[in-house]
């Protein structure tokens, strides 16, 4: 019996409502008639809201509705990593508003979704300063269902296993989207100060194909957590974006948008390599390498200038009372 006998409601209905994502994706390329039934708009819409919860946000839908094939072109641009090679030959269309839809979860447990629109009319102001998007007012905390009881050390572990992040970029003026998250935390630590911990998710990438120190980028994201002493129940205190230079300074609006928009655009990886992030973490564990060796380098040239001024100002006073007393 070949899937052409069967009847395509059941198809429709019974077999392609309980296929995820890439699954749905690989069935579209086996037939002409799987093609058709898998192009179904309410299928890929339904898909994305299973995913990214966000998703249904009607400033995110009516983003959605302006890409090529709808839910399945955001589907093919949020779910596979972008390459980690950026390019810059063509600059991108100025865009007014950028919008991120943002999903926490744990253990596949919804802790925290939102969208937000970020203006990014160019400006003196927005091009020169530094680039940086907060979800989350100061003091404003978001409580979860989420509940942790036990030593503070199994939560942090937990948290860095069990913790997953989407953060989704929209592009409007393309058209297009980019996962900026590396899905699981790539560094999870405690703040002795505050007792929260603080965990990152990154995406890093270069400028070019040959590689340089000063060629790395990361999409860095920072979310602060905390546990309330009397309920066990697990919070969000804070979320940011910035992206970072080599030095690990953010980068300005100007050059961000650079960045962002580029990724929006660039190749995406094979989905073979987007199960738990570890290609991400390791990324993300060069980038620092290569920033605590730039910054030692760099302390290195500091101390040889500060020898070399204090031997010349040794040698000129040596000759000067050389000189004066002779």
Known sequence: MSIAEIHQDIIQTHILTRLNGQTLAAANCSSSLLQSLCSDEKLWSDI??????????????????????????FFSDSFPSPSNHL?????????????????????????????EATN???????????????LLEPKELIPSVVKFSGDDQVMQSNLEK?????????????????????????????????????????????????????????????ITCGVKRTSGELYVSGMSLTVQDIDGKCLSGKASMEVLQGLTVAERRSTRFNG?????????????????ERKEMMEMRERRLDLACVAGGIAFLMAF??????
């Open 162 to 222: 069990h913790m997953t992040l989407s953060w989704i970029l929209i592009d409007p003026s393309q058209n297009r989207a980019v996962n900026l998250s590396s899905k699981k935390p790539v560094s999870v630590q405690r703040n002795w100060l505050t007792d929260e911990i603080e965990l990152t998710f990154a995406f890093v990438a270069v400028y070019g194909v040959s590689v340089h120190d000063n060629d790395y980028v990361n999409c860095n994201i920072e």
């Open 276 to 292: 738990g992030g570890d290609d991400l973490k390791g990324r993300y564990e060069e980038y620092i390498q290569k920033r605590r």
């Open 87 to 115: 390019s810059t030959t063509s600059p991108p269309p100025q865009t007014s508003q950028i919008i991120s839809s943002v999903d926490i979860r744990y253990h596949d447990e919804l802790v925290f979704s939102k969208v």
């Open 48 to 73: 994305c809201s299973s995913n990214w919860p966000s998703t249904d946000d009607p400033l995110v839908k009516q983003a959605i509705s302006n890409f090529p094939s709808g839910h399945r072109s």
């Open 321 to 326: 009372w050389s000189f004066a007393l002779y």
């Open 120 to 134: 990014t009319t160019p400006s003196v102001w927005f091009q020169s300063s530094p680039f940086r998007i907060d």
